[in-house]
Nanobody, 114 residues
Framework: QVQLVESGGGLVQPGGSLRLSCAAS????????MGWCRQAPGKQRECVAS??????TYADSVKGRFTISRDNTKNTVYLQMNSLRPEDTAVYYCRGWFGNLDYWGQGTQVTVSS
């Protein structure tokens, strides 16, 4: 089983930056596709970034501002968020999937506010 634990969320001012981390358990981390999704009150869940065997993709809402990366030696995936906007406020979830396996972290709160 793969377990995902997010960290790095918090309060940041508009225009600021934040880096989220997702620590994964398991020896097969490098085999998994990884991504980040977010959930804001009153909005549908939106997956903002992913790294899969199909390539790296971003939602239009974050393209050019967010960057997903991974360090397989540390079993960690990151989401670098720059030029943050209030509408980026949400709980951010780390996701890992492989075949029919799909794992989610518990989420970390990101609040963008003055």
């Amino acid at each position: 089983q793969v377990q995902l634990v997010e960290s790095g969320g918090g309060l940041v001012q508009p225009g600021g930056s934040l880096r989220l981390s997702c620590a994964a358990s398991g020896r097969f981390f490098s085999s998994y596709n990884m991504g980040w999704c977010r959930q804001a009150p009153g909005k549908q869940r939106e997956c903002v970034a992913s790294m899969s065997n199909r390539g790296t993709t971003y939602a239009d809402s974050v393209k050019g501002r967010f960057t997903i990366s991974r360090d397989n030696t540390k079993n960690t995936v990151y989401l670098q968020m720059n030029s943050l906007r209030p509408e980026d406020t949400a709980v951010y979830y780390c996701r890992g999937w492989f075949g029919n396996l799909d794992y989610w972290g518990q989420g970390t709160q990101v609040t963008v506010s003055s």
